[in-house]
T-cell receptor, first 113, second 116 residues
């Protein structure tokens, strides 16, 4: 079993839809949970990160972490065609550097106008 | 400001040749990471540098892979005797250590390596 599992999709939704992206993990030592967005032929860019369990909101994006279930989610409200990208979840055990990020395989999202 | 830069952006090589990939991190970022992104495998950690500390090489897949970081800035990833399975996008990231900085890794655009 991989440490981080993510459904690769692809996921196709109409503009304005609410998108739900999810990852599960097996290592209970993970403390920091991140979502990256990667456009085609570009490097990943950090969208949000959350420490431990709970929710975090930033504009149209909401990240949720449920450590008891080892499950994290990213919700995108009022999705736009510009949100079309691959979304990668990532996790680490600490924030002070010295800790690699463990990534899911990414979910490819297309938002259709 | 300038982000993480990588060169070359694309590299085609023949099996058995050596290749060098370069990464210029964001100025002032003391932490530098190399990852590999291949089809079906996602992003995999390769190696991590932090200041003058010994690098974390735990992700290097074989002894054909090595990396160095000179002067705490530029890093070079070297793959010797390349194999077809080395074909992937090699991504470099940098970050500031310490509170809230360590998890915020800034990625470069990557080097796309194709081994024929």
């Amino acid at each position: 079993q991989k440490e981080v599992e993510q459904d690769p999709g692809p996921l196709s939704v109409p503009e304005g839809a609410i998108v739900s992206l999810n990852c599960t993990y097996s290592n209970s030592a993970f403390q920091y949970f991140m979502w990256y967005r990667q456009y085609s032929r570009k490097g990943p860019e950090l969208l949000m990160y959350t420490y431990s369990s709970g929710n975090k909101e930033d504009g149209r994006f909401t990240a949720q972490v449920d450590k008891s279930s080892k499950y994290i989610s990213l919700f995108i409200r009022d999705s736009q065609p510009s949100d079309s990208a691959t979304y990668l979840c990532a996790m680490s055990r600490s924030q002070g550097g010295s800790e690699k990020l463990v990534f899911g395989k990414g979910t490819k999202l297309t938002v259709n106008p | 400001g300038a982000g993480v830069s990588q060169s070359p952006s694309n590299k085609v090589t023949e099996k058995g040749k050596d290749v060098e990939l370069r990464c210029d991190p964001i100025s002032g970022h003391t932490a530098l990471y190399w990852y590999r992104q291949s089809l079906g495998q996602g992003l995999e950690f390769l190696i991590y540098f932090q200041g003058n500390s010994a690098p974390d090489k735990s992700g290097l897949p074989s002894d054909r892979f090595s990396a160095e970081r000179t002067g705490g800035s530029v890093s070079t990833l070297t793959i010797q005797r390349t194999q077809q399975e080395d074909s992937a996008v090699y991504l470099c990231a940098s970050s500031l250590p310490g509170t809230s900085g360590g998890v915020t890794q800034y990625f470069g655009p990557g080097t796309r390596l194709l081994v024929l």
